[in-house]
């Protein structure tokens, strides 16, 4: 990567980088297809295998904690259970509420830690790709979250009474009810997995664009301008290793909301008529 | 580009506005902490979507 922008600096100046550089190329042979009058790729590109691979890891990573289910825990187990400890306890059960949160967390529980260890990809050398900056990713675990809310709030409530809940807002007089329902239909059928799944793309795409703009930039200003640039390039440089501690409190944070989020709404699915 | 900085300056004051209150109810009373995080992240994730559609709106007007 860095070689490749180096060549490119060299020939034609100091070249920003863009969206086009989180479009990899598919690994091995291309082939393409034309679809809808434009042509795709076919092949597999290094996002999805970076989900399959978390999928895996977390997958062995609690299967050896809990294998053993010890009285005593060892070390592994203990890291095991304080992770669940943390999904279960603080998404689960202070937002779902006590009586029925146990039947959610195994989604929380799954859906936060394949967040996160695909978002600390981003900074684990030799990935270095936030798995979640293609936003084709994203979508569709907003998609899921989407169905498994108002899945479970139809078969709550049935399909009426779901609806009465999520679009009629109570306390207000029925005189502003035209106003007020499709405003709520909106943000609580319509905008709320869009925003879900933007939330997530949008702030790892950033602040991956972000950290390689400031190594790109830091590196142009270092070994391709001289004098007080190059000083202005260790400050870049400085600053891009500041940025990537901001990111990993990112890359937590964003798992965390997006997880809150879902039990946010699985529980205002399940919520009776206030 | 520039619009969408100017679309994040309203998110960003909405957002600070939010924490705040927030900081200063749990101090108030902190065993209220759990009820009022909630309500935070939550009006925190409805500012937010201002700011999300606006870098949405960046790129596709792009």
Redesign the interface.
Known sequence: MSSVATSVTRAEGFKPPS?GDFNLPPIGPDKTFEWLGETHYLGVTKPMIQLVLVAGIVFIFFWAASRKRAMVPSRLQYVGEQGYGFVRNSMGR??IGSQDFLKYTPYLFALFFFILINNFLGSIPFFQFPTFSRSGLVYSLALMSWIIYNAVGIKKHGFGGYMKLMCVPSGVSPVMYPLLVPLEFM?NIL?RPV?LA??LF?NMF?GHMLLILFALGGQYLIFEMAGAYSVVGVVAWLLFILISFLELLIQFLQAY?FV??NA?YIQGSLADEH | MIGYGLAAIGPGIGIGLIFAAYINGVARQPEAQ?RLQ?IA??G???A??LA??G??LA?VLN
Do not use: C, K, N, Q
């Open positions: 969206p202070d937002i943000s905008v925003t933007l939330r949008a950033a909301v809150l989020l946010m | 759990g909630t992240i939550l925190f994730a409805l937010e979507a999300i559609i870098i949405a790129f």
